[in-house]
């Protein structure tokens, strides 16, 4: 049932879409509830298998997030069975699927393209309903501009009309006024009937011209006048063979064997071409032994004296030889224009189909790859409903979209291989939905943002600061007398770590790079740390647990080379703007350091006066 929603949701989307494409040349037209209700069915039946991949995408990602949003994912896979086995049985569902993509592309698609082609062709040839506003020209009527004061929609009267009647040219056109009149349908909707009351009709006798200074012309006034217009509202169907003979009308054998035929029409043609060409205009010259034309052919044209015929010659022959010469020209680069053209509307058409040929199998096989995609997203995501699952299948599929339509376009017009350009989508697609399968299957946090934001700060060296609240149960209570002690000998330890070390000092670039040992002594100064505050953190003083947080936490190697190989280091440093960059970063963190020891030292002697006051 999800399913079938998201596809129906989908489809009416794509409908939508689908329908503003063409709501101008159908709005006004008067169009039956018949002829609307076959171009929605029609246009249905063609986006059947665009929707089909989305809601497979939509309705995966929903059904897996609610998975994992009620814990339903993660009891599977506590009893033992794989993300995979329980895809299994969805994927046999989606496999039928593709099935019923292919049929509806190979099958239903063409038929429905063909007949919703033909419907909208008839559509657009369609006159529009006769509705003549008021104080602005009406257009509609071939030949015919019309303007209109005021109209009575009641009895359909016309006030101070004015004609432009442009039948016979603009340069003979002809002007009516009238006080009044009425435009009527005749039975048969081919003709209006026009009646005009009291007016007056102008029209030219002769054609304009900038020359003329006297135009004679007519002048006509008349109480009545009727007129025959034609005008055909309306809908008759055009001949379905029109879109027949496109590719998207067309299955799969049909498309081969117009490939094919196309193919032997082209090499044919090509060869024709090819000797008009070589015994036309670029012909060897007659008369010349093979001998002679080679060395025609190598000759230096600076050896000879080419324009020695044209300067003796007088200067209409002169003009004779340069017009003859451009004209050939000109007759010569149309015949090849025409041939080139020929040619590339031949291998267009050839590529048009072929596109098709791949477009049913890609779109049809793009279903099951999105259920590859979906159904991990949904288990990484954890996220159900039409929320979060909306937003990720949207720009999933806005990716998809754009790399499937830049891939066709290439293949289309020639500046890729066709099975290249139609198979780019499926080939980014098939190892993002492998990689998303295989992360989630070992529940891994690719796409959990906490991990990433923590890799960023750590990067940018934006530390943590410590969270220590109230425990509700203890059960055992810090040891306070040693505490004492250990806290004076951590911060001995974090003095003479910092005198040695010289922290906020610049490190040497060089060897820095060389060294190849981890900063012990900072991480067993870490570790104790760590295991004062934790054991502090079982008292029952909020004075205590509040100086706690102040402790700060210790990056115990971001002072250090960046990398543990020693290799990489090497590689970092001799890169000059890599290794400047890791070379501040380490600084800034030496820095922070030598301020955490500090920090630390004075946070020990405040919490031993906490815990002097506790003793007391």
Known sequence: ?????????????????????????????????????QFFFYSALTLVPVSLPLAVLLASLITFGNFGERYELLAMKAAGISLLKIMRPLAFFVCGLVGVSFYFQNVVGPIAQAKLGTLILSMKQKSPE????????????????????????????LYDVLIYSMKDGFEKARIIYADSGRLEMTADKQHLWLH????????????????SENVP???????????????????????????GKQSSAKDMAQLQSSIDSMTVVGDSIGRQYYREVA????????????????????????????????????????????????????????????????????????????TEWHKKITISLSCLLFFFIGAPLGGIIRKGGLGMPVIVSVLVFIIYYIIDNTGYKMARDGKWIVWMGMWTSSAVLAPLGIFLTYKSNKDSVVLNADAYINWFKKIVGIRSVRHIFKKEVIIHDPDYVRL??????????????????????????????????????????????????????????????GALNNYPVISVSAHVRPFHIYWLNLVAGVIFPIGLFFYFRIWAFRVHLAKDMERIIKNNEQIQFIIQKINK
């Open 130 to 157: 006769l509705d003549i506003p008021e104080g602005v020209f009406y257009s509609e009527i071939k030949d015919y501009n019309l303007k209109v004061a005021k109209k009575n929609r009641k009895t359909g009267m």
């Open 1 to 37: 049932m999800l399913f079938i929603g998201t596809f129906f949701i989908c489809l009416f989307i794509f409908m939508m879409q689908f329908l503003w494409r063409y709501v101008d040349e159908l709005v006004g037209k008067g169009l039956e509830m018949s002829v609307m209700a």
């Open 196 to 211: 005009l009351y009291s007016g007056d009709l102008f029209e030219n006798l002769k054609a304009q011209s900038m020359k």
């Open 279 to 354: 015994e036309g205009n670029f012909r060897p010259s007659y008369g010349l032994t093979k001998e002679d034309t080679v060395k025609i052919e190598k000759a230096d044209i600076h050896e000879y004296n080419v324009d020695s015929l044209y300067e003796v010659a007088s200067l209409t022959q002169k003009q004779k030889v340069i017009s003859s010469a451009v004209s050939r020209a000109e007759n010569v680069a149309n015949d090849l224009g025409f041939k080139k053209f020929t040619m590339e509307n031949n291998d267009y058409s050839i590529r048009k189909h072929k």
């Open 217 to 243: 012309y007519r002048r006509e006034e008349f109480r009545e006048k009727h007129t025959i217009i034609e005008f055909n509202s309306d809908f008759n169907m055009v001949d379905g063979e029109i879109m």
């Open 484 to 545: 004492t002690g250990d806290l004076e000998q951590l911060s001995a330890e974090c003095k003479a770590y910092a005198a040695r070390k010289r922290l906020e000092k610049a490190p040497n670039y060089f060897k820095l790079w060389m060294a190849s040992e981890d900063d012990n002594e900072v991480m067993a100064i870490n570790e104790k740390l760590e295991a004062l505050v934790e054991e502090m953190s079982n008292t029952k003083s909020a004075t205590l647990i």
